[in-house]
């Protein structure tokens, strides 16, 4: 969980001022009030995702590569049961939990004085109690599904019918994830990519919008393909056309061209994020939490796209077979038209 504010310099010391009494202070401020105020808000925020069309076929997905009791198996922000049963006893316990000053990273950036800020942050943080280490969540990671997986589900929200693909591949910081994150863009990224000019291109395209990309989570990532048919074309079409694409990517590679675009892109993706001290402070403090390694996410990570070679690819690609992929057709409710 992040918390951020972006201020002038001489703000900073206010700011650190109010995350410390955020973490040391906030349960005197708790009460049924502020509680139902919140969950309001919570509940509010479910029910628009929800309004969306195709808004289950991501929770169908995950739901199926990570098997219960996994953290991942149901969402983040729950059902509209647990947040109803969520009372002011497990709100305060959780926040005794986990919002310890040995469970946080603090990240500054921006025009300071280093020994100044040092200063400012031990003035208003040493003070706070270190409690208990919080149990270290251990999920199991997920490489193989040990067979294909599908599910139907009917959207009444939805105007045409959509195919979505989901293949486990490594977290994000872990070994091979830069990879994976390339080969997304190689398969889904713009509309030169694999999947774009291969199903949509043609004498007989099968895919009116097609697309993916990778999740930001941890251990396991999930690499997503999400694809509209054309009118007259089969899920089961459709499927094997995407698979076939990927069997050419694991049989031959990218060309030279084509992966010198996607680390071009992925560089650019990684110095925008940098551009603003905003993006400076949350990957330090994502690479440190994360991974334990501040830099991970900053210098590390254009170093490690440059490095991807060819063969590389063609592994990430040859892991995502059908019997590795879990799928989620959605189909409109009876009569509703496009």
């Known amino acids: 969980t992040n918390y951020y504010s972006v201020v002038p310099t001489g703000g900073l010391d206010e700011m650190l001022h109010l995350e410390s009494d955020r973490m040391g202070f906030l349960q005197s401020c708790l009460n049924q009030q502020s509680l139902d105020k919140q969950r309001g808000i919570v509940q509010n925020e479910k029910r628009e995702r929800g309004g969306a069309p195709y808004s289950a076929s991501v929770e169908e997905l995950l739901s199926q590569i990570f098997p219960a009791p996994h953290p991942y198996n149901w969402p983040v922000i729950g059902s509209m049961q647990d947040l109803e049963a969520a009372s002011l006893q497990d709100v305060a316990k959780f926040h005794e939990t986990y919002y310890l000053p040995n469970n946080a990273v603090i990240a500054v950036a921006g025009n300071i004085d280093e020994a100044k800020t040092l200063e400012r942050v031990r003035f208003w943080f040493e003070g706070l109690p270190a409690g208990p280490a919080p149990k270290t969540v251990n999920p199991m990671v997920i490489t193989d599904l040990g067979g294909r997986r599908e599910r139907n589900v009917t959207d009444a929200k939805a105007s045409m019918p959509m195919l979505v693909i989901g293949f486990p591949v490594p977290g994000r910081g872990k070994p091979g994830s830069d990879e994976a994150s390339a080969l997304a863009s190689i398969l889904s990224d713009g509309r030169g ?3 774009a000019k ?3 291109e043609g004498p007989r395209p099968l895919a009116i919008d097609i697309g993916g990309g990778i999740f930001g989570l941890a251990e396991t990532d999930v690499l997503l393909i999400q694809a509209i048919p054309t009118p ?3 899920m089961a079409e459709l499927e094997a056309a995407i698979h076939a694409e990927i069997a050419r990517l694991a049989t031959n590679g990218p060309d030279a061209q084509e992966l010198a675009r996607i680390k071009a892109k992925m560089r650019t993706a990684v110095y925008d994020a940098l551009q603003h001290v905003e993006g400076v402070a949350q990957s330090l403090a994502e690479g440190e939490a994360v991974a334990g390694d501040p830099d991970i996410f900053i210098g590390g990570e254009a170093a490690r796209i440059e490095s991807i070679e060819p063969d590389a ?9 059908p019997a590795n992929s879990a799928i989620v057709k959605i189909a409109p409710a009876a009569g509703r038209k496009p």
């Open 193 to 195: 990519a694999r999947l």
């Open 198 to 200: 291969a199903l949509k």
């Open 232 to 234: 007259g074309t089969t």
């Open 313 to 321: 690819i063609k592994k990430a690609a040859a892991r995502l077979t």
